[in-house]
């Protein structure tokens, strides 16, 4: 693996050379915002970060590190939420958000040629004045090659897929500095090897993606919003169940438990009834067609014994009520000021969901701990508030961690979902993957020769 570098007076002469003066920083306010993501895992700065301008700087720049074995950390907005951009070896972080060009938009293909560094809800404001969107959605104000480099998903993913089914081309830098361009703007293509699925997902340790060929969706003209409470978590989970099962296509499909509707109330000021609640989205081409689906959804929630369904929200309550959820992390952080939080994410079959569910609930009794998640996929988030440094209580959230993952693993499921797998779930690849671990080694091993991209991550 790379070896730890702080680096000297010639390298620095050398990055310079590529970027300017301007677009480096070895200040220690930079260094420590590049030192940490949204997770509690311990801060490791980084020797420099670097802001590349276009693929060119950030192969030269990538060549260099490679001849003297110096780390490189790609870097987005530093959402992830396992330690994913965490330089944890020091080196280089290459932060690419100055890299948000919209290169082009071609909405008769379905088509944006987009940098690594844009916004993806910046690129969603424009893509609506065509009638289009890219429709993974972590929440976060996450950027494209972030999204690209944990594989993310979210809310929509239900019915649109995770930002794996969306990568059509990518450019990208490999270790040793060299710029390869990969995938084809055709929608189908059973040509060779899938370079851009391998990438995607890969955290930084295969490559450094600076511009990417996204494959958009047309904006559906009607949505209809839906929020229903039940008596009991199983209710709720069952329902999720059936109305999938149903062949019902959601557009979202998100389960929250009580205690979360409680915080949402309290630090948004809401009033919502504090049961277990399913939040829904449908949509479709007519106000008509829609009322026949809610219809049937209705069916479904009424026979689990739904004791609220709150449906037909128009446009403005509809905006309001995915803004809360994605803001469901923040209302928790702040509901416990001091706490740091651990913030699990499994994903299980859909027939195991409801299991699940119960068996996180059971898992983390005692603990300060919310359960909610994408439900029409399986993905659970158990969000744990305690202090890392309290190492008996710490533990025992670790504990329950562990016990999480290997009961998702047990009903056949993943240690992430979405997040990716960073430092945090480093831990699990084993259990998980076995054998085929050793061909994820190889492969890293291959174009990665030297471990300078992202090290110390994905591998136990
Ligand atoms: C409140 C909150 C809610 C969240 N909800 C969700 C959710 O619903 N779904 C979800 O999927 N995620 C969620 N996340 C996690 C996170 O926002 C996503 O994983 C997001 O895609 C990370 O994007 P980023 O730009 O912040 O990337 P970063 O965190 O900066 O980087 C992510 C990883 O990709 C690598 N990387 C960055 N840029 C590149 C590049 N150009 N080329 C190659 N590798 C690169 C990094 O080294 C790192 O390993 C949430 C986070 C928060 C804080």
């Known amino acids: 693996m790379a070896k730890e570098s702080s680096l000297q007076k010639s390298d620095i002469d050398y990055l310079v050379q590529i ?42 720049i990538v060549a260099y590190a490679f001849e003297r074995r110096i780390s490189v950390t790609p870097w987005g907005a530093g959402s992830s939420l396992e330690g994913n951009p965490i330089p944890v070896q020091g080196g280089i972080v290459l932060d690419l958000q100055e890299m948000n060009r919209i290169l082009a938009v071609r909405p008769e293909d379905f088509q944006a040629d987009v940098e690594a560094g844009v916004v ?17 959605d972590p929440g976060a104000a996450a950027t494209v090659g972030g999204m690209i480099g944990n594989n993310a998903s979210g809310i929509r993913s ?46 930084g340790t295969l490559g450094i993606v600076t511009e990417a060929t996204l494959k958009l969706v047309g904006l559906p003209f009607t949505f209809m919003a839906v929020r229903a409470t039940f ?17 019902l296509t959601p557009g979202a499909m998100e389960f929250l438990d009580a205690d979360i509707v409680g915080v949402l109330n309290r630090d948004r000021g809401l009033h919502l009834e504090e049961y277990p609640t399913l939040l829904m989205e449908f949509s479709g081409y007519s106000e008509r067609g829609l009322e026949d689906e809610m219809q049937f959804v209705t069916d479904i929630c009424r026979g689990n014994g739904c004791l609220l369904l709150d449906r037909g929200i128009g446009p403005v309550e509809r905006k309001r009520l995915w803004e809360i959820r994605h803001l469901t992390h923040e209302s928790i952080r702040r509901a416990h000021p001091g706490l740091l939080s651990l913030s699990m994410d499994v994903a299980v ?28 996929d399986g993905n659970i988030h158990v969000v744990v508030m305690d202090n890392p440094d309290d190492e008996i209580r710490w533990a025992g959230v670790e504990a329950a961690h562990s016990r999480i993952v290997q009961q998702a693993l047990d009903f056949e499921g993943t240690c992430t979902g979405e997040h990716g797998i960073g430092i945090g779930k480093k831990g699990f690849m084993v259990r998980e993957h076995g054998e085929s671990l050793e061909t994820m080694k190889k492969i890293k091993a291959l174009l990665d020769p030297r471990g300078i991209l992202n090290p110390g991550k994905m591998f136990p």
């Open 231 to 247: 008596p009991t978590v199983g209710d709720a989970t069952r329902t999720v169940f059936e109305i999938m099962r149903s062949g």
């Open 19 to 60: 970027v300017g003066i301007e677009k480096l920083s070895r200040g220690e306010s930079v260094r420590y915002s590049h030192s940490h993501d949204e997770s509690f895992h311990k801060p490791c700065l980084p020797d420099i970060v670097i802001w590349p301008q276009n693929t060119d700087e950030v192969s030269r």
């Open 120 to 136: 993806y809800k910046d690129l969603n404001r424009i893509l609506e004045a065509e009638g289009l969107f890219f429709p993974p």
């Open 158 to 203: 239900v019915k649109y897929g995770a930002t794996r089914d969306y990568v059509m081309r990518l450019t990208a830098v490999l270790s040793d500095g060299q710029v390869i361009r990969t995938g084809s703007r055709s929608r189908k293509c059973s040509s060779g090897y899938d370079i851009c699925r391998l990438l995607t997902g890969s955290e």
């Open 349 to 376: 079959p859909l027939s195991r969901y409801s299991d699940m569910v119960a068996l996180c609930k059971e898992i983390v009794t005692g603990l300060t701990a919310y359960v909610f998640g994408h439900a029409g």
